[in-house]
């Protein structure tokens, strides 16, 4: 019931467009993703985060188990943000921000930062 809950919940905010469906690999793509980058590429928390895919699987199937078309950031509001939809998505979870790794270091400098 909870994965249909959230599998709703990602349609109606864009997060997964209706009618796609990912590989039957991405469960171990993702995990090894996690192992390999387990913090946020932009507050650097570990709590809620998520695989994103540079270029949407939707509009790149090709891509979606590239493990270069990918970037951890999460969803925790470390610092107040919501690091995947801010930086991820530009702030709409519609949009796809090209700039997406080049963005995340930046935040993640300015976070840093004394």
């Known amino acids: 019931m909870k994965q249909l809950i ?3 919940k990602d349609k109606i905010t864009g997060k997964v467009p209706s009618g796609t469906k990912r590989s039957s690999k991405w ?7 996690l192992k390999q980058n387990p913090k946020c590429a932009v507050c650097e928390g570990t709590a809620k985060v998520e695989v994103h895919h540079l270029s949407p699987f939707h509009l790149s199937p090709e891509k979606e188990l590239d493990p270069t078309n990918l970037i951890t950031l999460c969803e925790a509001k470390r610092y107040g943000l ?3 939809l801010l930086v ?4 709409d979870y519609k949009k796809v921000n090209p700039y997406c790794k080049v963005d995340a270091a930046a935040w993640n400098q300015k976070i840093k930062a004394p």
């Open 6 to 8: 959230v599998a709703l």
């Open 27 to 33: 469960p171990k793509v993702r995990e090894d993703h």
């Open 82 to 84: 919501t690091c995947h």
């Open 88 to 91: 991820g998505h530009r702030g």
